[in-house]
Every structure is written in structure tokens, then in C-alpha cells.
């Protein structure tokens, strides 16, 4: 699974990484009852602590996105509803909080932001 992560972004790489799977899911990218990589493999491969990648799959869960059954992993979840406003707000909403951090960070006011 391919991840794009960004370590001077400004945005913590655990939001980096649960806003892609977010993305993948509302796409429908990733299938109802698939199983996500395990904590260990996922933090291997994107050499990023395991720690990081349980707090990214705890907001999934939170959030609805994911499940977790004990002794099998963490599985996306059939409680989102694709394809309506609420879901294309949720997809544009880390481009527009990304693209709010780095004019920030190029110092720009609040009227040239928007």
C-alpha cells in the first residue's frame, strides 16, 4: 500500500497517514470489511514509529472509518455512507487544512488566505 508522507509538512505524520486511508475508504479505494496492514507491517514499511501508526488507526476508529476485532486486526468499517456532500466535505477538508498551513508558514494574512 502506498503512502505519500511528507515529513516538512507541518502536518504530524499520523494525520498524514489517516487522512489517505480516510480518502482510500470514502472512494471506496478500499472495500468494506478489508483488512488494513497490521500496526507492526505498516510502521515497517513507512519507517515511522508503531506508535504513530496505532494513534492514525485509533482517530479511523473513532471516527467510524475503521473496526478492530480482537485477534483478527483492524478491518474498514460498512458504517460510511459514500457518495454524499458530507463525504466530498470530508475529502477536500486535509487539502484545505494543508493548503492553510503552508500559507501560514509563508506568512500570509489571514484576507490572502482566503
Do not use: C, W
Request: proline fraction near 4%; charge should be neutral.
Amino acid at each position: 500500500m502506498f503512502f505519500s508522507l511528507n515529513h516538512n509538512s507541518g502536518l504530524p505524520i499520523y494525520r498524514q497517514i489517516f487522512n489517505q486511508f480516510r480518502q482510500r475508504i470514502l472512494v471506496g479505494e478500499l472495500s468494506v470489511d478489508q483488512q488494513l496492514p497490521s500496526v507492526r507491517e505498516l510502521s515497517e514499511s513507512l519507517k515511522v514509529t508503531p506508535i504513530t501508526v496505532a494513534k492514525a488507526y485509533q482517530m479511523l476508529e473513532v471516527e467510524g472509518f475503521v473496526e478492530t476485532r480482537r485477534g483478527l486486526g483492524t478491518f474498514v468499517s460498512s458504517s460510511q455512507v459514500k457518495n454524499s456532500n458530507t463525504v466530498k466535505k470530508k475529502l477536500i477538508s486535509p487539502a484545505i487544512e494543508q493548503l492553510v498551513i503552508e500559507a501560514r508558514s509563508l506568512e500570509l494574512n489571514e484576507a490572502e488566505i482566503q
